[in-house]
Structures are given as structure tokens and as C-alpha cells.
């Protein structure tokens, strides 16, 4: 016996030694090597002992157990891979025995499928595990013993099978067992893409003694074996994806599908063209919007990517995507990320693949589709979709097929819910398309349940930077183009400091449609509209998925210094000053955190300050009585960019500063009237999160937060005062009250509109135009021409607020109707405003109707300057 295993141990050990030379497995998920984004990207590994302990702490084992390793089929290679992989994570080693007074075992690895059975389609011939059987037995006569079991996935690559494709089927990944050659194949081929991912430890005992409970007349290995089957077929499944079909056979599958042959029969009577004709041109729209996933062009953009974030950034921070490594496995994942640079495509998918799940189809606009750009886009998942369609009934139809088809066969999805790239920081209003294509196929049915993953960008420095303000400030958008492209490659040498990827809040589709009441409602083509109680889903889920975007949102040092340096006069603060209000900030935001998700820098004030000089965002300007601290120049418009990413965090406590530092003293119930008044706008604008009946408690957390900062005092008899004036203090609660202010003015600005001019005098985009015209004019009368404070959407959000709220009502005209009560309303301003801001905005509103006509014609000749130049 002796001889028997030095013989075993000097083969795995001369076995593995000549595996070795060829394979060089990557660990995948949490707990791998790939833990810290930013780590890998620097091309820098964790050490041996620092990877275990992530594995033992996240898997519940440690080297004192008896662990047993499960593998789905019988392969040397896998065992031998495992093995080496466990010694080098300083785990309890795969092959060698488990030894305990009442268990001994030759090796700690378990084999679902015997090399018998690789080729044995028949499941009633199947033999369970030996080693499993004497595991069972073992735990039988001794209750005090336990085995840990420990999943593990082995990929030889990372293609999932394709049709018709005789060289995938001899070496990609297969869910059949492996032959031999196709063994030795998968070893030459992919040694050095080889995947290895531990799943999450399982008590033997546990799952024994569930199996005696749940089906006492089957032998328990029945049960286990079965779990464990299906589990790592799950776990299979998350990380290659479902089987790709060739793009041909999806575009001609799509075409004979019964709605499209329906569009097909309408688009020729409407068109009157032929059927070949209309069949044709569904074919092109197919051609236009279809996938063609490549794994070659995936891994190509692993490798250029893991680059190109070497190039242009210090690192890469990913938060909470354990959240959808846990709901991949049951759950249709849809990706709903906030839209910030074009870099977002690349670096979502890239996060997703190096921590081990399939990347998603992405919904890309067709100004992406460009020469050579656009078919390798599409080998990373992209497909394409026009910016509209409206009146194309074929090309719909086409389209709702091929998102259902996506849909069904299970494989994760990724689309922009703000439709386009956010020019201001600020979060868009969701564009609801796609999101309705997405519900309108789920209550046809089929696939997994559907979750949607809203997902932040915080970016420290962006490409698109200037052309953002350029086009903010009236300039023509740039279309993307090669040219473009080589223009913004020029940039790589760079550095735009670090980025993070947070992963929010999921929502849940069945939970959305239920509250709803359209859980119910099944439909049967994708001609049929979705009714009403489905629309309303359709609304909820995106504002949901808003709010959980903004939930996710990361402080890092870029944002806190805009948010600090643009609230002062010059744009510029005493260095020692601005590093106490940076300090306070971070601890405002972690004595009253906007939410659990919210990640917070963790460098001090003082650091903070190296940084943004570091990224040349900001100078010190030297003086003998002290440093300051003060915007680079031509950066401050760039820096309200950074500065709305965060905005919304410190609206509550800024609104707070503002009543109390303008009022002088207020009581704690005037300050819940004004903010319940108020808060409808803000919400409606930075899409916060809290609902309007936990105000209150959530209004007294903020307080408390800052009467502990000590930026505000209190007497003890629900009245609330302001420090000292010109006390240090007094000083930063001033800073801290200037953020809403802007948004302040903007409503009051938009009130003395609609006051001046009457009811049922002026329509809503009269008024939204006027106010887009008036805000270019106060943000030039300003300190710097800040685009985003006049930027026609925040306009249209407040009137859309003040009609749902019942301030306004529109006739079938879109003429504005309104009471005694928004005139009210407007009068409440002088709480929170100034009486020189209050009377230069009702001086400016005073327009006679021959100036209204010619300030709105005047704006459309700008906007048909702008067509012309595009």
C-alpha cells in the first residue's frame, strides 16, 4: 500500500510538473485573483496566502476541515489543475488524502461523472460516485463528522459551443464530457486560457440530512448528486453563456418566426411591394441590429483593454458585484448602467468577464456601427439600433423579435436607460424603449425571471470632456467617427486618475409587474401594445432604476473637491480651510449616509488636496499668510461635471444649511414644511430615493449629522440656529448651503415666468424655452458660464413635477393653467432665497408679448443653425 501511493504521489507530481508547462489557469469570481480590479490591471498578482484567506473566507473553509473537492466529469488534466491550483492558494490540496480517526480517503476530490460513464447518454445505467457513497456511509456511523464539499468549475476556454462548427465542437469547452483527444486538444489550444472558479462550500451533513427529509424513500446520493449535477451546470452556464447560433441561422430563424412573417405580410400591403421584396428588407434591418458574438474578438479586447487601463488609469474600483454573481444563476440579467463616456461599453464588459460571467448583448446606438469599429463591436456583444424608428412598423417588428430571442435563450442583456451620454453629471430622464421591449417579451413569456442591474460610473477625469462643454454651450454634437477616435487615442498617454464601477440595488421585473397588477397579463405577439397597467410598470421600473443607479454612487476625491471648490465665491479657499471642509464633508457623509451603497474616498482632506493637484484639476497658489487652494483655469465648467455625479448626496443637507443659514434661526417644523413643498422638484431632478412620507425621520437624521458636525446648533426647543457669524463654522456652513441654491433659483425663476405671464397664457414649451434662454443669460452673469444651469431638460423636469403634483394643469393645447396656489408657493421662496436674488429674477421674467415672440424666434434660429451644421 505504501508503495502504492509513493508510486501515485510521484506521478501527480511528475504529471503535474508537464501539465504546468502548458496550462496556466486564471481564477475566476470573488475570491480569485481578479478580487481587486484595479490589482490586476497593474498586472500585479495577490499573494498565494491573501488569495486563500479570500477563498476561505468567502467559501466557510478552512485547512483544519476535511474538504472534499466536487468536478462534474472524470478528467486527469482537471484533477491535476485543481490540485496544483489548491497547493499554490495553500487550500487543502485536491490529491492528497483526507485523513481523519474516521475517515481515510486517497485523495480529497470527487468525480460526479466515472470515467466509465463519459460517454453514456443512458441515465439508468448510471453509478454513483464510489468515494461519495463511502463519504455518506462514513457520516451514517459517526453524527459528529462533517465534510466540507467545494464545487469547483474547470473551463478550457471560455466559447460556449456554436453551430455548425466542427472546430469549436473538437476544442472549445463542451457540456458533454470530454474524450481524450479533444483533451489533449483543449490542453494545446487553451493551456493558457484555462479557468478554474471555486463555488461556495457545502456540509455534506447538511445536504444528507436534507435529502432524508425531503425524499426518504431515494438513497440520499440520489439527492446529492443531482444538486451538485445541476448546480455546476448552473454555474457552466453563467460563465459561458447559452449556446451561440450562427449569425446567418439567427437572422433566417428571425425572419421565419411567426411575428415577423405577420410584419412581413402587413409591410407588403402597406408598401405595396412584394413578398421577396419585404422579406429582403427585413433581412437588411436584421443585418443592421444583429450580434455576431466572437470569443477570438472577446479575448482580444481582454488583452487590449487590460492595456489600455494601464494607459489611462490608476486603477479600476468595482463595488458589490458579488450582488449579481449571486442572482446570475436564476436570474436573466439585464445591465441598466448610467451613461457617462463611450468608455462605459468597454469597462462594464471587461469588469463582468474577469470576474467570471458571460458578458452581455449590448444595445448600442447605430452611430457606433462604423467601418471595421462596428463588426468588431459587434464580436464583443454589441448590436445596433437606430436613435429612432418611429413610422418603421417592419424594422420594430424585427427588432422586438431579436431582443426576445435574446431574452429567451437567457443570455444577459446590457442597455443605457438614459438612452444617450449625460453632457452635465447629472443623471438623464430615462428613456423608457428598450425597457418596454424588455417587459412587453417578458409577459409573452419564457426565459428566467428578469432582474435589471443598475450600475454607476464615476470617472475622475473623461475623454469626451471638453466636447461635453463645447456642445453644452451651443455647439453642433460631435458625430462619432474613425477620425474621432484617433483624435481621442491621441490622449492614451494621460492619466485620468482612477474610475469605479458600483453595482446597485437590483429591481426586480415579477416584483414591479405585481405591485402593478400586470403580473398576470400574458401576451401573445409582439403586435399587441401593452396595456395600461403594464405601461405604469414600465414607468416604476425606471425611475426605480434611477434611484438604485444614484443609491450606488461612489465620493471619490474628484467629486468632493468640485463639490467644495464651485460652492465658493472665487472658486478658490485657504488650503487649510478647504481641508477641514473636506474632512467634514466625508464625515457628514458617513454620520448621515444617503444610503448603505454609497462609497466613500477614504483619503483625508490633506490627501485629497495632493490628488486633485496630481490630476492638474486644481494649483496652489502660494502667500505668505497661507496657501490657496483654487481651480485650475479653464477647468471649473469641466468640474461641475464631477460635482453633479454626487450632487444628489448632499442635496438634503445643503437645502438644511441654506434655511438655516439664511433665516438665521428656524424651527424644525418649518424646516420639514418648506422641504416637503420642495422636495417633489428635487426629486423629480436628481432622482432621489426617499418617499415623501419618511421625510420627517430621514430630515432628523440630517440634522443630527450636522448639529454633530457643528454647523448648525440647537437650542433645545425644536429651534435650529446658525453659528456665529463669520466664525469658521458659519463659514462652512455657507459652502455647504450654496449647491441647492442654483436649483432654488432655477424653480423661482421658472414661477416669476409662468406669474408674469398668467394663466392660460403661455404653453409649456414657451416657458420651457424662455427659461433655457434666461438661464444662458444668468449663468453668463455669473462667476463662469455653466451650461448644465441652463440645460432644457432640468425645465421640463420641473414643469412635468408641478402638473403631476396639481400646481398646473395643461389643455389638449399644452397651454398652462394655473391658481392662487403656485402663486402661493412662489411667495414661500423668501424662506430659502435671498431678497436681491429674488428681485433681480422677477426683474429679468418681465417680458412684453413682442419680446417672448422674439426671444423664442430667435432660439429657433439657433437650433436650425445647429441642424445645418450637423
Known sequence: MAKKNSFSQMYRRVSGKLLSTFVTPQLLGESGATDKLSTAIKAQELSAAGVAAAVEAENGVTSSQLVCYILQNYSRSNALVLDSETRRLELPP?????????????????????????????????????????????????????IQLVPVTVLWGRAPEKEESWFKLLVTDSWAT???????????????????????????????????????????????????????????????????????????????????????????IRSN????????????????????????????????????????????????????????????????????????????????????????????????NLPLLGQFLRGGGAFFIRRSFKGLELYSAVLKEYL??????????????????????????????????????????????????????????????????????????????????????????????????????????????????ADKIRLTSNEQPLPEEASAAVNAVAQEIMQNINRAAVINPVSLLSLVLLSTPKHALDEEVCIKQ?????????????????????????????????????????????????????????????????????????????????????TREDINSVIQTLYPFLQAELFLKWQADHLPDVIDHVVEALIGCELIMDDGRETLYSPAPNSESYNQLGVLATPVKQSLERYFMTLALLRQRGSGRVTAKQIEDLSHLLGQRLSVLYEFNSPEFFD?????????????LGYIRLDENQVLYFDETLINMADNARLVLDEDTMNHLQHITNFSDEEVIAAIAALEKQKSRRKRSK
Open 94 to 146: 485536491a490529491l492528497d488524502s483526507m485523513d481523519s480517526p474516521l475517515l481515510n480517503e486517497d485523495a480529497s476530490i470527487l468525480f460526479l461523472q466515472q470515467r466509465a460513464q463519459r460517454n453514456n447518454f443512458y441515465p439508468n445505467n448510471y453509478t454513483f460516485p464510489p468515494r461519495l457513497l463511502r463519504l455518506i456511509e462514513a457520516l451514517e456511523k459517526n453524527p459528529e463528522l462533517d
Open 178 to 268: 470530454p474524450s481524450a483527444l479533444k483533451q489533449l486538444v483543449n490542453i494545446g489550444v487553451h493551456g493558457r486560457q484555462t479557468y478554474l472558479e471555486f463555488h461556495e462550500a457545502r456540509s455534506l451533513r447538511q445536504m444528507l440530512n436534507e435529502a432524508l427529509v425531503k425524499y426518504p424513500n431515494l438513497a440520499p446520493a440520489t439527492y446529492i448528486v443531482s444538486n451538485l449535477t445541476e448546480y455546476l451546470a448552473k454555474q457552466r452556464e453563467v460563465i459561458l453563456g447559452p449556446d451561440l447560433s450562427d449569425r446567418r441561422n439567427v437572422v433566417s430563424g428571425l425572419i421565419q418566426s411567426r411575428d415577423v412573417q405577420n410584419a412581413l405580410k402587413q409591410e407588403v
Open 273 to 368: 411591394i412584394t413578398p421577396a421584396q419585404a422579406e429582403q428588407m427585413a433581412a437588411g434591418y436584421l443585418d443592421e441590429i444583429v450580434s455576431d458574438y466572437s470569443p477570438s474578438s472577446v479575448r482580444v479586447f481582454e488583452r487590449g483593454l487590460a492595456w489600455l487601463w494601464t494607459q489611462l488609469y490608476d486603477g479600476v474600483e468595482v463595488h458589490h458585484f458579488q450582488t449579481v454573481r449571486e442572482l446570475a444563476e436564476k436570474y436573466e440579467i439585464i445591465y441598466t448602467p448610467c451613461h457617462r463616456s463611450h468608455i462605459d461599453y468597454l469597462l462594464l464588459s471587461y469588469v463582468i468577464y474577469k470576474r467570471g460571467l458571460m458578458i452581455p448583448y449590448i444595445a448600442a446606438g447605430d452611430n457606433l
Open 404 to 517: 426576445h430571442s435574446i431574452l429567451v435563450r437567457n443570455t444577459p442583456l446590457e442597455y443605457f436607460i438614459e438612452g444617450g451620454r449625460s453632457r452635465t453629471g447629472r443623471l438623464l430622464r430615462p428613456r423608457t424603449g428598450m425597457l418596454a421591449m424588455t417587459i412587453h417579451s417578458k409577459l409573452r413569456g419564457g426565459g428566467k425571471p428578469v432582474v435589471f442591474i443598475p450600475t454607476y460610473f464615476g470617472y475622475e477625469r473623461l475623454m469626451e470632456g471638453g466636447t461635453y462643454v463645447g456642445e453644452m454651450q451651443g455647439k453642433p454634437k460631435e458625430a462619432e467617427s474613425i477620425f474621432g477616435l484617433i483624435q481621442a487615442a491621441r490622449k492614451i498617454e494621460r492619466i485620468f486618475g482612477k474610475v469605479h464601477v458600483s453595482f446597485g440595488e437590483p429591481v426586480f421585473l415579477d416584483k414591479m409587474l405585481e405591485q402593478h397588477n
Open 582 to 666: 473636506l474632512d467634514t464633508y466625508r464625515r457628514l457623509a458617513e454620520m448621515a449616509p444617503y444610503d448603505e451603497r454609497v462609497e466613500v474616498t477614504s483619503l483625508p482632506g490633506r490627501e485629497i488636496i495632493g490628488y486633485g493637484l496630481k490630476l492638474k484639476l486644481i494649483k496652489r497658489v502660494h502667500h505668505v499668510l497661507g496657501d490657496i487652494i483654487a481651480i485650475e483655469d479653464n477647468q471649473a465648467v469641466l468640474l461641475t461635471y464631477f460635482r453633479n455625479n454626487i450632487l444628489h448626496l448632499f442635496i438634503l443637507p445643503s437645502l438644511i444649511a441654506s434655511l438655516v443659514q439664511h433665516n438665521g434661526k428656524i
Open 792 to 804: 432644457k431638460t432640468l425645465f421640463q423636469s420641473f414643469i412635468g413635477a408641478l402638473t403631476q
